[in-house]
């Protein structure tokens, strides 16, 4: 609908992707509260974070309040039903599918609960959805070949794509190679985390192992001969600005690369990765683009149209999504 006086258009009629966020650190905080109430758990979060080890903490503490498959299923509709709520058409949750072995059981179970989940989720809500099973850095080369060959055999009408996540420094990415490849020849996208706090040396390894999208990726900003390899090439970043300056990736949204990556032709979708910890939301970081980035609808809409175009939803959902995209920027506004 048309909008009067100097109101702009509606950012959360704008048709999106959500392409990076973790299951766990997406929970509604209502929901953690009740949970640990129900548990008898203490929780009390931090607001700030000193460091990425100190968050880490604080989502592994948040980890420990899904105890059942009913709370895994209630988590994973909340956070299709909360993708929805912020105008996502689609949305590809990441989860270490041996997050809850001591409590539910293990990634074989896990994998069946979420994906019975997404699936009853999509039907309800109204949108398409598919998981990134993700690997932990931290735990080693041999666990990560576990999880691609989880991934490889589960459902690809549920799981689109595999992941790393944790320390890109400390575990380098030719260090899973075979998991990669597992799950590549499995026919899912490649979607590591990359560039968060590890540099361009980090990128430009990522890069060369045929990675669909980059979760992070901002240190590709640091370095021009980067950027001008993405530009050319048909990867996604998948940018999360509100948590890169909570765990100190980014000095502060001033210094946010953001501007540069897009001012270069680099592909960027726009994400809250942890929005229980982050307090951001898919909506509020688009807001974001606007209010601290100052950037124009049509550059947000091409922000919106890069994440349909990069995510794993069938070609028709992202045909649609595109024209509706085209739409929302051809209104006025005015
Ligand atoms: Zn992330």
New binding site residues.
Partial sequence: MPQSGTARRNLRELPKAHL?L?MVGSMRPQTLTALAEEAGMAMVLPERFLDFKHFYTAYTLANRAIRSAEHLSRLVFEVVEDAAADGAVWVEPTLYLDSFTEAIGPGELILDIVADALRSARDTVGIGARLIVSADRDLGPADAVRQARLAARGDPDVIGAFGL?NDELAHPIEDFREALAIASNAGLALVP?SGEFGGPDQMAATLGLGVARI?HGIAAARDNALLQRLAGSEICLDV?PTSNVAVGAVESLDAHPLPTLLDAGVRVSLNA?DSLLFGCSLLSEYELARAAFGFSDRRIAAIAEASIAHSTAPAPLKSSAVTDIHRWLADSGQ
């Fill in positions: 990076h973790h996540v985390h979760q999360c990765d």
